[in-house]
């Protein structure tokens, strides 16, 4: 995988206008988004790359720590780089960090989920399968079990978006998704042991897959955005309160 990395490195033209840095992270993104470099790989050395994109190995160094910063790359035993497993929880972990910096981001952050996954699960509840429907009723009725069980609510919660996510069948927008739900999970896990909060999500868990069994995706945009609009609420809540704890 090294040689063939740094052949597809070599192919573009040189480095210019950009700051030199910020353009050894585009191409590498693009080697992954193309699949020339995959979960896992050891990257070539800062040698290989700086001489393929004609940029010094300072310039290549810099480049790879704002990648580690990003949880794109990592460095192994020996110095070497190599690319994570991608996961969405770690590709999330700059946005968490926004979020606890700035309470005020994590308007923009529903505001985002919004827009993803209202429209993801809209075509969703076009092309769900009976399956995919069986096992989200399913979760429904556990949800309504386990509104005295925040911990494994939280759990059966990260199961059910995650197959409504996956109903569209589309990977770009549904990665897209898995990573805005990972982000802000500290405040959500603590808004989560609010009374009340939990039933009121198994409530609106029950009406989005109403919504998805009729295949009917308007009430589902509107359903997922609802919910989401209520976690944006509660979540702002539990937000203040660790401040007022923290005494900010």
């Given at each position: 995988m090294?040689?063939?990395?740094?052949?597809?490195?070599?192919?573009?033209?040189?480095?210019?206008?950009?700051?030199?840095?910020?353009l050894?992270?585009?191409?590498?993104?693009?080697?992954?988004?193309?699949?020339?470099?995959?979960?896992?790989?050891?990257?070539?050395?800062?040698?290989?790359i700086g001489?393929?994109?004609?940029?010094s190995?300072p310039?290549?160094?810099?480049?790879?720590?704002?990648?580690?910063?990003?949880?794109v790359?990592?460095?192994?035993?020996?110095?070497?780089?190599?690319?994570?497993?991608?996961?969405?929880?770690?590709?999330?972990?700059?946005?968490?960090?926004?979020?606890?910096?700035?309470?005020?981001?994590i308007?923009?952050?529903?505001?985002?989920?919004?827009?993803?996954?209202?429209?993801?699960?809209?075509?969703?509840?076009?092309?769900?399968?009976?399956?995919?429907?069986l096992?989200?009723?399913?979760?429904v009725?556990?949800?309504?079990?386990?509104?005295?069980?925040?911990?494994?609510?939280?759990?059966?919660?990260l199961?059910?978006?995650?197959?409504?996510l996956?109903?569209?069948?589309?990977?770009?927008?549904?990665r897209?998704?898995?990573?805005?739900?990972?982000?802000?999970?500290?405040?959500?896990?603590?808004?989560?042991?609010?009374?009340?909060?939990?039933?009121?999500?198994?409530?609106?868990?029950?009406?989005?897959?109403?919504?998805?069994?009729?295949?009917?995706?308007?009430?589902?945009?509107?359903?997922?955005?609802?919910?989401l609009?209520?976690?944006?609420?509660?979540?702002?809540?539990?937000?203040?309160?660790?401040?007022?704890?923290?005494?900010?």
């Amino acid at each position: 995988m090294t040689d063939s990395a740094v052949a597809s490195l070599s192919k573009g033209a040189p480095l210019a206008r950009k700051p030199a840095a910020e353009l050894v992270v585009e191409r590498l993104l693009e080697l992954i988004y193309a699949g020339s470099l995959k979960a896992g790989d050891t990257l070539p050395t800062e040698q290989e790359i700086g001489a393929a994109l004609q940029v010094s190995r300072p310039v290549v160094r810099e480049a790879l720590r704002g990648l580690q910063i990003l949880g794109v790359v990592e460095t192994r035993q020996g110095g070497r780089c190599s690319v994570t497993d991608l996961k969405p929880e770690r590709l999330a972990a700059p946005v968490q960090m926004l979020i606890a910096l700035d309470e005020r981001n994590i308007d923009s952050l529903y505001e985002a989920r919004m827009a993803v996954e209202g429209e993801l699960l809209a075509l969703g509840a076009l092309r769900a399968t009976d399956e995919a429907i069986l096992h989200l009723d399913h979760m429904v009725r556990e949800g309504y079990r386990l509104i005295a069980d925040p911990v494994a609510f939280r759990v059966l919660d990260l199961e059910f978006h995650q197959t409504l996510l996956a109903l569209a069948g589309n990977p770009f927008l549904e990665r897209t998704a898995r990573s805005f739900y990972h982000a802000g999970t500290e405040f959500r896990r603590i808004a989560s042991e609010t009374p009340g909060v939990l039933e009121n999500s198994a409530r609106e868990h029950e009406r989005i897959v109403t919504a998805v069994t009729a295949h009917n995706p308007q009430q589902a945009r509107l359903a997922m955005r609802d919910h989401l609009s209520s976690i944006a609420a509660t979540t702002a809540n539990a937000m203040k309160s660790v401040a007022t704890t923290r005494g900010d």
